[in-house]
């Protein structure tokens, strides 16, 4: 069964950067749509970047237009969301997941199938 693996959190200042990587070790994430969803403390699992398969559409929720990137790296087999500018709202557990391909990606998190442990940033001076 496909398990993500994410990579990359951390504590940064406000203004700072991180890249997150997404995982699956024995699979070909390029088969999959791959979401990035993050969770902060007493709230829900929010939608924060996806990317398709089938079509390369992307998607980010208006909060991180501008600042955050999502890509692909097949020869790496690696999918990632490089995160610039962070602000202290950022602060969250982030959780790579996976769908099966469509043209548009979702940002719903109960469209996808699989998950990884999640990654903690942390966003403070």
């Known amino acids: 069964q496909l398990q993500l693996v994410e990579s990359g959190g951390g504590l940064v200042q406000p203004g700072g950067s991180l890249r997150l990587s997404c995982a699956a070790p024995g699979f070909t994430l390029d088969y999959y749509n791959i979401g990035w969803f993050r969770q902060a403390p007493g709230k829900g699992r929010e939608g924060v970047s996806c990317?398709?398969?089938?079509?390369?559409?992307?998607n980010y929720t208006d909060s991180v237009k501008g600042r955050f990137t999502i890509s692909r790296d097949n020869a790496k087999n690696t999918v990632y969301l490089q995160m610039n500018s962070l602000k202290p709202e950022d602060t969250a557990v982030y959780y790579c997941?996976?769908?099966?391909?469509?043209?548009?990606?979702?940002?719903?998190?109960?469209?996808?199938?699989?998950w990884g442990q999640g990654t903690q940033v942390t966003v403070s001076s």
């Open positions: 997941a996976a769908e099966t391909p469509r043209y548009y990606c979702s940002g719903y998190a109960n469209e996808y199938d699989y």
């Open positions: 990317i398709s398969s089938s079509s390369g559409k992307t």
